[in-house]
């Protein structure tokens, strides 16, 4: 090599060197930024503090979530605070649980995997109705976490936020289930359906079971697309005034507003079973098995959020697993207790209580609760016995209420029993009473139990 190819060589390397070590000195935007304020403009403000979700105290689901995430008060609403949520406070999770991020209800809401909480149903995953938050986000957000969940201090890589790896499914790759062996169960649906963009589409349809005789069902299983809701199956308490088969009902119109019909005819509903994630499994307890009367119809129920910028598909389906008759020892019964002595103040708060007690010794497996628009707080306590008083359900949202499955059911002897603790606020200029209608109010607790000996 010549002298002058030698010292050209030397320089161009010398220049390249000088170049990487500038533009690594170079400041970027985020380089001043701690790890949580990188966390808060990255992905809590762009995809959770938005109008209706976690923006304010004036979002419509705020009863539910009490969480508000806009910058300023994220960090002191999640670190250290305990979750509204029932499976993940009996779990002993925080909202953020600082050093361990599988104690952390916010890294199970944002990763759409249940693989990484055994299954576990902590509520619907976030960003609702958005698309999922990438592989590297989530990653950033759990190293974050497992790092003490600091205010101050960056010591995350920021390049993890940039990362665009989808970590779940999208909306449009679906699978439907295969339906239970002929001779094993039922499979029920609700055709897929377009969600518009920046709408809430829930919808009702009645679906016959397709069971000639009576049945006994010991296990279900519900799948839906993702940015569901939830899924519901409904019976109906009077059966003569049931809406057509078939029939898809919209609860709100093309321009959002409550159609009254659809809300009138939820008012019939009794709890037969759900799912708050897109995927979930139910078994009753060994022996035990919920009667489905011959020729049985039910109302499925599912709702959707579409945020995204193009529409999206709803899509859902229930597998019934049924088992022989002569393997049942126990019949599962729902639970159907309503407080009919409502009459609300016009402008007021008012607390009503009744307590409802069983005949026989009975197991409690699952409880739900049904309030109409005015419903602030729904508590379910249990009454009589050494449990006297404890409270064993909360929920804060009327139209989409928490269903509880208890891992050890709530054992009741005779004359114990349950009562239910509702708080309504009529903002209205006219008295409310208990009535069938949307502008009527009710109060009961819906579930599961069985009798014992």
Known sequence: MTTRVLLTATLGAALLIASCKKNTDVATPDSAKTSFELIQDRILTPSCATAGCHASEADASFRQHGLVLAAGVAFKNLVGIDPKNAESMADGQKRVKPFVALESLLYHKLNVGASHHSGKSYGNPMPLGSDPLSVGQIEFVRRWIDGGALATGNIIDPTLLDDKTPSGASNSSFTAPAAPASGLGFQMKVDAFDVATNFE????VRRAVGNPTDIYVNRFTVNMRSGSHHFIAYDFENKTIAPPLNQVRDLRNPDGTLN??????????TYLMGSPNAAFEYKFPEGAALLIPANSSFDLNVHYVNKGSSVIKGESYINLYTTPQASVTKVVKT?????????IPAGARKTFSKSFTVAKPSLILTLTSHMHKLGEKFVIRIKGGARDGEIVYTTTDWEHPDVI???????????????????YNNTTTKA??????????????????????
């Open 432 to 453: 409310v009473q208990f009535g069938l209608t949307s502008d009527d109010e009710m109060g009961i607790i819906f579930g599961y139990y069985y009798e014992i000996n």
């Open 260 to 269: 009254l019909l659809t809300a009138i005819q939820m008012s019939n509903h």
């Open 405 to 423: 499955n208890f891992a050890t059911p709530i054992q009741l002897a005779k004359g114990e029993g349950l009562t239910s603790e509702i708080t």
């Open 201 to 204: 589409r829930e919808i009702f």
């Open 335 to 343: 639970l159907n207790m309503s407080n009919t002595s409502l009459a």
